[in-house]
C-alpha cells in the first residue's frame, strides 16, 4: 500500500489568514486528488492533477502536483469560516488502480 | 446532479448481530467501494466492486463482506458486529478506475455504533 503523508494534522485560524496543507509520499502517482468533507458528509472532489509541476486554481484555492509526482501541496488565500472542512489527498497509480488516502487535514477557521 | 444514497445516516446495533449497509448510485458507474473513517486514521478501503457480481478486497476486509446483484447497489455486510467496528461507513462510486483520475463520489456516509 502506498501511503500519504498528510500535514498538517489539525488547523485552527483566523478569517483572512493565508494556509498550506501538504500531502507527501516516497511513491510516484498518475494523479492526485484533493477532497473536501465537511462534517455528516461524504467527500466532494476539489481537483485532480495529473502532470508534474501542474499548478491549478479554482478561486482562492491553489493546488500544485510535485515536479515528481510524488507530493502535491493546497494553498488557501484569505481563508473564510465556508473554508472549514477537512481536505484529504489521494494518491492513484503506480501499479494501484485504487487510490490511497492521506489522513486528511482539519481546517477551522474562526470568524 | 449525481447522486450515490446511503440508506441510513445513523446506525445503532448490538454485538453480534449481523448488519446490512446499503449503497446506490444513480450514475450508471462500473466501480463502487466501500470505506471506513476514523478519527486520525483517514479513509481506509474495506472492498470494492469493478462490474456486477465481481468484489476485490481492500485493505481492512476483515469480519465484513459484501454483495452486487445489481450494478446500482451496492452492499456491506457486518457478519457478526463487533464494537470495533463502530465507524463512519463511507460509499463511492466512480466511472473509471481511478489510476486514470476519474472523480470518486462519496455518499453522505453512515455512522454506525455497536453496543
Known amino acids: 500500500t502506498q501511503l500519504l503523508e498528510q500535514s498538517p494534522q489539525f488547523l485552527s485560524i483566523q478569517e483572512g489568514e493565508n494556509l498550506t496543507v501538504y500531502c507527501n509520499s516516497s511513491?510516484?502517482?498518475?494523479?492526485l486528488q484533493w477532497y473536501r468533507q465537511e462534517p455528516g458528509e461524504g467527500p466532494v472532489l476539489l481537483v485532480t492533477?495529473?502532470?508534474?509541476?501542474e499548478v491549478k486554481k479554482l478561486k482562492r484555492l491553489t493546488f500544485q502536483f510535485g515536479d515528481a509526482r510524488k507530493d502535491s501541496s493546497l494553498h488557501i488565500t484569505a481563508a473564510q469560516p465556508g473554508d472549514t472542512g477537512l481536505y484529504l489527498c489521494?494518491?492513484?497509480?503506480?501499479?494501484?488502480?485504487?487510490?490511497?488516502f492521506g489522513r486528511g487535514t482539519s481546517l477551522i477557521v474562526h470568524p | 446532479d449525481v447522486k450515490v444514497t446511503q440508506s441510513s445516516r445513523y446506525l445503532v446495533k448490538r454485538t453480534g448481530e449481523k448488519v446490512f449497509l446499503e449503497c446506490v448510485q444513480d450514475?450508471?458507474?462500473?466501480?463502487m467501494f466501500w470505506y471506513r473513517q476514523d478519527p486520525g486514521l483517514g479513509l481506509r478501503l474495506i472492498y470494492f466492486?469493478?462490474?456486477?457480481?465481481?468484489?476485490e478486497k481492500g485493505d481492512i476486509p476483515e469480519g465484513y463482506s459484501v454483495s452486487r446483484e445489481k450494478k446500482e447497489r451496492f452492499s456491506l455486510i457486518l457478519e457478526s458486529a463487533s464494537t470495533n467496528q463502530t465507524s463512519m461507513y463511507l460509499c463511492?462510486?466512480?466511472?473509471?478506475?481511478?489510476?486514470?483520475?476519474?472523480?470518486?463520489?462519496f455518499g453522505q456516509g453512515t455512522r454506525l455504533t455497536v453496543v
Open positions: 463511492a462510486s466512480s466511472p473509471e478506475l481511478w489510476d486514470s483520475g476519474a472523480e470518486a463520489f
Open positions: 492533477v495529473v502532470t508534474g509541476g
Open positions: 489521494a494518491g492513484a497509480g503506480g501499479g494501484s488502480y485504487i487510490p490511497t
Open positions: 450514475m450508471d458507474h462500473e466501480n
Open positions: 511513491s510516484v502517482f498518475s494523479s
Open positions: 466492486s469493478y462490474d456486477v457480481k465481481m468484489k
